[in-house]
Every structure is written in structure tokens, then in C-alpha cells.
């Protein structure tokens, strides 16, 4: 065991040397065990081999800062189990922000309808020729001018009807 535990840390010293079958070493004998571990922890195979992938890929890029302390596959493991925690803190945020995104989804398309129905309402009280120039001017987006041409009535018309139309709406609607 002894020995064992010597051969590794030879072989993390070359790897920190940039020693790339050093590291290939801890690669070939931890990575099966590891993938398995995350598994277990995480139950989608993508998902495990990512962050297995990424254990190795952080211990490659800092290996030089790296100190042994002890077995390489210690390290490893505590490197991928707190991945597969952050891995379900994330999975969590995300479903609550999903939930929060649905509800206010189902909030908003209730006030929507709300405050269309309420919309609805005030412009059916106005008169015929107010809510057809308030409809062509502020839904169809035509001008005073083309209003007036279209209905043959004079600008200044159009612009006092469309004015009592809002008048109305802003006192129907100001709450």
C-alpha cells in the first residue's frame, strides 16, 4: 500500500511537470469508477460523464498549483461530488424559477385578459363614430389625416373624437 501510495505521487509530480501520460494514468484508472460514482448521484449518463470529464479537465489545467496530500482518487471524487450537488442546487433553481416563470405567466395573461375585458367595456360605451376613429387612429395606427379622408370628416374631427375616446378610457381605466 505503501509503495502504492509512493508510485502515485511520483506520477502527480510528473504530471505537474506537464506530463501527459502521467495524467493519462489517473485518466485509464479512475475515470470508469468516477462516472459510476456521478452516476449514482445524478441519474442521466450525460450529465456524469460531463462531470467526470471536467474533474479531470480541472485537475490538468490546475496541476501545477495543485499540493499532495493524499490519494489522487480522493481528490477526484470530492471534486465530482461537489459537482453533482451543485449540479442538483441548479437542477432546484431551475425548476423554481420555471414555477415562478409559470405563475407569473398565469398572472400576467390573467390581467391581461382582465384589463381587456375592462378595455372592451369602455369602448363599447363610446359612441359609434368615437370608437371607429379611435380604433382606426390608435389600433390601426392610420393618421388624422387618412382617418378623415377615409370617413370625410375634417382633422380637427378626428383629433377631438379620438381625444374623448382617451378621456374615457384613462377615467374608466386609472386604477
Not at 34 to 40: E, K, S, T, V, W
Not at 86 to 104: A, D, F, G, I, P
Amino acid at each position: 500500500m505503501e509503495k502504492e501510495i509512493q508510485e502515485e505521487e511520483k506520477l502527480f509530480y510528473r504530471m505537474q511537470k506537464d506530463d501527459w501520460n502521467a495524467f493519462a494514468y489517473f485518466f485509464d484508472s479512475y475515470a470508469e469508477q468516477l462516472y459510476h460514482y456521478a452516476l449514482g448521484f445524478v441519474r442521466y449518463r450525460e450529465e456524469a460523464e460531463d462531470i467526470v470529464q471536467k474533474a479531470f479537465l480541472q485537475m490538468w489545467t490546475n496541476r501545477k498549483k495543485m499540493v499532495y496530500i493524499g490519494p489522487v482518487y480522493a481528490y477526484l471524487c470530492r471534486s465530482v461530488k461537489n459537482s453533482c450537488i451543485n449540479y442538483h442546487l441548479r437542477k432546484k433553481v431551475e425548476e423554481r424559477y420555471r414555477q415562478e416563470m409559470l405563475m407569473t405567466e398565469a398572472d400576467e395573461e390573467d390581467n391581461f385578459e382582465e384589463l381587456y375585458a375592462r378595455l372592451q367595456a369602455v369602448m363599447d360605451k363610446l359612441p359609434p363614430k368615437c370608437r371607429e376613429i379611435f380604433i382606426l387612429g390608435c389600433v390601426e395606427s392610420m393618421s388624422y389625416k387618412e382617418i378623415a379622408e377615409v370617413l370625410d370628416v375634417s382633422p380637427q374631427t378626428v383629433a377631438y373624437r379620438i381625444q374623448q375616446a382617451l378621456k374615457l378610457l384613462r377615467v374608466s381605466l386609472k386604477d
